[in-house]
């Protein structure tokens, strides 16, 4: 179930809820306000027969008076015999209904008396909370408030969750209230063994935590054969918490990967297709990560569609700093592979130290549009975060797009001619010269476009692109050199490796191994694990 | 004298530097050291400690870059992690000063240095065991950064990963080792590194006299391993790296065993570089981490380009003015140095190919066309 559809339901029920409210709050406050004001008169021990009375004859509209209730921000004004709500925003202490959210400025801290509840009152009001949501109009609303159950169940919340089984019609929620009366039923220790040892069996395919916890509770059982059912219950829970626990690790590692592809695709343009060693390469993806705070500066009312005016914006600039750099120096080393290093490297430092100068050497936070936050809930052990994944669907699919670019477009063609036989291409019309210069934008280009991706998971900052070029370079020798498909599997390979290795080595050390690794590989096979054939491979 | 003369310029052209190089080193350094330990402080001639300390400093850079010159500028092997090697160096000495604070350290612990009882470690780690004696630190400061070399250089050569390949995984060697020693596991004093040092061989490393003494001893270390430097390259051994520099697959079809050559080679570089990782923690008083990370590396390829690589005292002259340089901009405008550090990197590359020792030959070779031009005209 996703958050946010979860989040739209409770606002359409909001809506709902206020479009009723201005009828039904007329209608109720009548039998309400005479209730609310023995509430407000009465002593702490008192206060239950008059909760039981407003609960009955009342529906969700009185959640919000209970929920203020439950916070001990409910206060009683003595004069007009009425409730109201003690709210606090920033230091400043102010006073609204609980139903109508309006403010009252007239009232005094002196004109009011706290409600006060003690922990029996709360126990109570959290319960009352869940059974008036348990019949409310939306499923979810109603899963929840089973769900929220769970590890409070007593007397008064299995009677009504028994009440309403049969007649529910939604199946998530019946499931659940099928869930919470099996753990009442298993943690009778009153009822026949074989009644229980079946709850428990019908326990075994939850992964709630509160249901391992009572199982938990019940291995220490008078009775033998509970004892031993609870036990394989137990296991076989943790046997698919295990298996989930694999598949969020599995996640973990493809995000990860999908990070180290984008940081990496574009370096197995300029390095791998080209030959040409670009040591700015991380300071591409720093200012596509810059391009995204700017934009969204300029569009500080637009943050959602922000990204999709960043994706093309970042392409152009680090692009055009590509060309620049390609047409400035780097063409000027041709056939000097060490000075190119060294020369980028320069370029690398001037840079980082420009960012540093215009937008100060701090981190700049730049927010995630709302459509990428939140989480998807698979259920109670793995739920996998929408950012990474929709950066993980981004990598593939930058992936597939250069891809087709390399291999269906005239520019493709020409790159590849000119990486495969310079003179060959020159001879045959290709200008060498321009081509050189769009390969390495194209390079440059999606570099930028990476630091879109990573301007969302990590901090934006000078040292952004430090943090990724060695990876980056990592995965592209390890793929093998001027084969994107390898390049493909090298990040996924190494970013899965990584994830895999962390929890029991940690994550330095994680990072370490899998270094230590590629530079024993690539003693082994110098050409990675794609090398090329044929006469590209020099 | 003359056969002296004669056994310094051996080697004919390479070795015409040395001599003067030598001469000049030594009276400077004894000068300085004199004027230090001699003079009045009021004296105009007086040189300060700090000055000292800070010379020190630039020699063992020099030394550095010498270690890295030999390999990048006589083998064509472009190591950019020459910075793990020196650190590694540097670790063996810090060691060994931390073991000699003894108990007065602040826990007063006899044995375990501050930052282990911190962590609350019960005893030595078996690595740490004999640091405490001086010969053994520094036969390690010279042994752990060689074998390293020794076998990253034996798995690398062996399989001929060559070129930027060989850069690059050069650079991840000293990254992975930047990233190991952050850890406190590894029991290197994480981040903190090394420091609070307080005497070496029962000197006191804050008197002018220790200070001067290490100078002292950095520039006499410096002009042997020059002296012998050239020696080796001059020799015969050294005409088969130059061959390999310049054309390695002629050189492996004529007999020659190229990857023992490199390999041999790499680790004296490294020895170098450890040798100067050890003198230069004393006298800055601090080793930590940060001198494993690759733009110190790199950092020291750009001394030896600025120089003019393939000329031993092109390396040394390079590491004394950019660090100067350094020293100077950082003072005045920090924010401009990294600036004028990569503008160098770019117009050194594009420009100085040679470096300012090949500035001279550049500019030389220009007045001759010029020359030729007008006397043909």
Not at chain 1, 221 to 249: G, H, P, Y
Not at chain 1, 468 to 489: A, E, R, W
Not at chain 2, 336 to 355: D, E, H, N, Q, R
């Amino acid at each position: 179930m996703r958050r946010i559809t979860l989040r739209h339901c409770i606002a359409l029920c909001c809506c709902l809820f206020g479009l009723f409210s201005l009828s039904t709050h007329a209608a109720e406050s009548v039998s309400l306000d005479p209730l609310l004001a023995e509430l407000g008169e009465a002593k702490i021990k008192d206060m239950e027969p008059i909760l039981v009375r407003i609960e009955a004859v009342s529906d969700e509209t009185v959640l919000p008076l209970l929920r203020t209730l439950l916070n001990g921000n409910l206060y009683y004004i003595k004069a007009e015999k009425k409730v109201i709500g003690q709210f606090e925003t920033n230091g400043e202490t102010y006073y609204k209904d609980v139903f109508t959210d309006e403010i009252n400025a007239g009232i005094d801290k002196r004109d009011v008396d706290k409600i006060r509840v003690n922990n029996n009152l709360r126990g109570y009001l959290r319960n009352a909370i869940a059974r008036i949501q348990l019949t409310s109009k939306s499923p979810s609303v109603r899963e929840n408030a089973v769900r929220e159950l769970l590890s409070k169940l007593d007397g008064s919340t299995v009677a009504v969750l028994e009440g309403l089984y049969p007649n529910e019609t939604n199946k998530k929620v019946k499931d659940a209230m099928g869930l919470a009366l099996a753990m009442n039923t298993a943690s009778q220790t009153e009822l026949a063994a074989s009644n229980r040892i079946a709850a428990i069996e019908k326990l075994s395919s939850s992964l709630e935590n509160d249901v391992r916890n009572l199982l938990t509770t019940l291995t220490r059982d008078d009775n033998t054969a509970v004892v031993s059912a609870a036990n394989i219950a137990l296991e076989k829970i943790a046997q698919r918490a295990n298996r989930f626990a694999f598949v969020d690790q599995l996640f973990f590692g493809l995000s990860l990967g999908s990070v180290l592809l984008l940081a990496s695709i574009g370096l197995a343009i300029t390095f791998g297709v080209m030959g040409v060693i670009n040591m700015a390469h991380g300071e591409m993806i720093m200012l596509g990560a810059y391009t995204t705070y700017v934009v969204q500066m300029m569009m500080p009312n637009y943050i959602d569609y922000s990204i999709w005016v960043a994706i093309p914006a970042a392409f152009l600039v680090s692009g055009l700093m590509g060309v620049l750099i390609e047409r400035l120096v780097i063409c000027r080393l041709h056939g000097r592979p060490l000075e190119t290093l060294l020369a980028t490297f320069g370029i690398s430092l001037i840079l980082q130290q420009l960012v540093r100068t215009i937008f100060s050497p701090l981190n700049r936070q730049v927010s995630t549009p709302s459509w990428m936050s939140g989480s998807w809930e698979i259920n109670p052990v793995l739920s996998l975060t929408l950012n990474r994944l929709y950066i993980l669907a981004f990598a593939l699919l930058v992936f597939i797009v250069l891809v087709i670019v390399l291999k269906k477009t005239p520019l493709g063609l020409n790159v590849r001619a000119v990486s495969q036989n310079r003179n060959m291409a020159k001879a045959m019309g290709v200008k060498t010269n321009w081509v050189d210069a769009m390969t390495f934008g194209l390079g440059s280009g999606i570099a930028g476009i990476a630091g879109v991706a990573l301007s969302q998971l990590t901090n934006v900052g000078p040292n952004l692109g430090q943090a990724y070029i060695i990876d980056s370079f990592m995965v592209v020798v390890f793929g093998g050199v001027g084969n994107l498909l390898g390049t493909l599997v090298a990040a996924f390979t190494l970013g899965i490796a990584t994830k895999f290795l962390e929890p029991t080595t940690g994550a330095v050390l994680a990072a370490i191994l899998v270094l230590v690794f590629i530079i024993l590989f690539i003693q082994k096979r110098p050409k990675g694990l794609f090398p090329q054939k044929g006469r590209a491979a020099e | 004298m003359t056969r002296l003369t004669a056994w310094f310029s051996e080697g004919r052209s390479t070795g015409k530097h040395t001599l003067p190089f030598v001469v000049i080193l030594l009276s400077v350094t004894i000068l300085a050291s004199a004027a230090n330990l001699f003079l009045p402080v009021d004296s105009i001639f007086y040189v300060s400690t700090y000055t000292i300390t800070l010379l020190g400093k630039y020699l063992c850079y020099a030394m550095l870059a010498l270690a890295v010159d030999i390999i990048w500028g006589y083998c064509g092997i472009l190591s950019l992690g020459h910075g793990a090697f020196f650190a590694l160096g540097g670790y063996a000495m810090g060691m060994y000063l931390m073991r000699q604070i003894g108990d007065r350290g602040v826990y007063g612990n006899p044995l375990l240095p501050d930052f282990m009882v911190f962590l609350d470690w019960k005893e030595l780690p078996w690595f740490w065991l004999g640091m405490d004696q001086f010969w053994f630190a520094m036969l390690m400061a010279v042994v752990v950064p060689g074998f390293l070399a020794f076998v990253f250089g034996w798995l690398a050569f062996r399989s001929r990963v060559t070129g930027v390949y060989l850069s690059i995984m050069t650079q991840a060697l000293t990254y992975a080792l930047l990233l190991a020693f952050f850890r406190n596991e590894m029991g290197f004093g994480g981040n903190n590194g090394l420091t609070d040092f307080k005497e070496i061989l029962g000197f006191n490393l804050q008197a002018d006299s220790t200070r001067v003494a290490l100078f002292l001893i950095t520039a006499i270390l410096l002009a042997v391993i020059f002296v012998v430097s050239q020696k080796i390259l001059s020799s015969r051994l050294g005409k088969v790296v130059l061959a390999i520099r310049d054309s390695e697959s002629r050189s492996r079809f004529i007999g020659y065993r190229t990857d023992r050559y490199k390999v041999w080679l790499f680790v004296y570089s490294a020895v170098i570089a450890g040798i100067a990782g050890a003198l230069y923690v004393p006298q800055v008083g601090i080793i930590n981490p940060g001198e494993f990370s690759p733009i110190n590396s790199i950092e020291m390829v750009i001394w030896v380009a600025v120089g003019g690589r393939g000329t031993l005292i092109g390396a040394v002259i390079g590491a004394l003015l950019v660090n100067y340089a350094k020293t100077r901009f950082t003072a005045i405008m920090p924010d401009a140095w990294l600036f004028a550090l990569g503008a160098m990197f770019v117009l050194v590359t594009l420009y100085l190919p040679k470096g300012l020792m090949g500035l001279y030959g550049q500019l030389k070779a220009k007045r001759n066309t010029v020359m030729n031009k007008e006397s043909q005209a």
